[in-house]
Antibody, heavy 121, light 108 residues
Framework: QVQLQESGPGLVKPSETLSLICNVT????????FSWIRQSPGKGLEWIGY???????NYNPSLKSRVTMSADTSRNQFSLKLTAVTAADTAFYYC???????????????WGPGTAVTVSS | SSELTQDPAVSVALGQTVRITCQGD??????ASWYQQKPGQAPVLVVY???HRPSGIPDRFSASASGDTASLTITGAQAEDEADYFC???????????FGGGTKLTVL
């Protein structure tokens, strides 16, 4: 059974860099596209971007200047870095896998439980 | 436009049928997917490719689409269906994902 698990600091200071890891177990990350999505308290879902093991990425234009995603196939995990964070970046962060390999469908059928990140001094 | 619009809240009597809609230009060119999110939990995919259900999703969940509108229908709503429902699709211009604002479903 494929499982995703996000991890990282729960508290980040303003202007610093938020770094999260999504660890994948039960299957290889090879061939699939993985997305990061966030949800501010009481709000809807915001797609941050996707990463493929090949290094291919696509970022939400509203965050593109601050986002970097990378994949580590040896560890079967991928990461999200968001620079220059502000209180507006306080949210629950999820990683999720697209449903079929090799395709960007945005039909995200496997999600991690998410991790809460607060931006505060 | 790269937005998907959903009604913020919808209610349904137990056992009755409810339809949740999602509207946006991207839906003319790209399939919608639907997610159910219960409090404190991650979203769960309930419909993809406009009408297909992942395994384990009850058949009371169905979906359709026409023009710029996609709909999720729950036939015979159950108490456990009370949740937030989000649609998403692809913005065909930029190839990035977009989500609707979500609909809070209350089962009375």
């Amino acid at each position: 059974q494929v499982q995703l698990q996000e991890s990282g600091p729960g508290l980040v200071k303003p202007s610093e860099t938020l770094s999260l890891i999504c660890n994948v177990t039960g299957a290889s990350i090879s061939s699939y596209y993985f997305s990061w999505i966030r949800q501010s308290p009481g709000k809807g879902l915001e797609w941050i971007g996707y990463i493929h093991e090949s290094g291919s990425t696509n970022y939400n234009p509203s965050l593109k200047s601050r986002v970097t995603m990378s994949a580590d196939t040896s560890r079967n995990q991928f990461s999200l870095k968001l620079t220059a964070v502000t209180a507006a970046d306080t949210a629950f962060y999820y990683c999720a896998r697209d449903r079929l390999p090799h395709l960007v469908l945005y039909a995200l059928d496997i999600w991690g439980p998410g991790t809460a990140v607060t931006v505060s001094s | 436009s790269s937005e998907l619009t959903q009604d913020p809240a919808v209610s349904v009597a137990l056992g009755q049928t409810v339809r949740i809609t999602c509207q946006g230009d991207s839906l003319r060119f790209s399939f919608a997917s639907w997610y159910q999110q219960k409090p404190g939990q991650a979203p769960v995919l309930v419909v993809y490719d406009k009408t297909h259900r992942p395994s384990g999703i009850p058949d009371r969940f169905s979906a359709s689409a026409s023009g710029d509108t996609a709909s999720l229908t729950i036939t015979g709503a159950q108490a456990e269906d009370e949740a937030d429902y989000f649609c998403n699709s692809r913005d065909v211009t930029s190839n990035h994902a977009i989500f609707g604002g979500g609909t809070k479903l209350t089962v009375l």
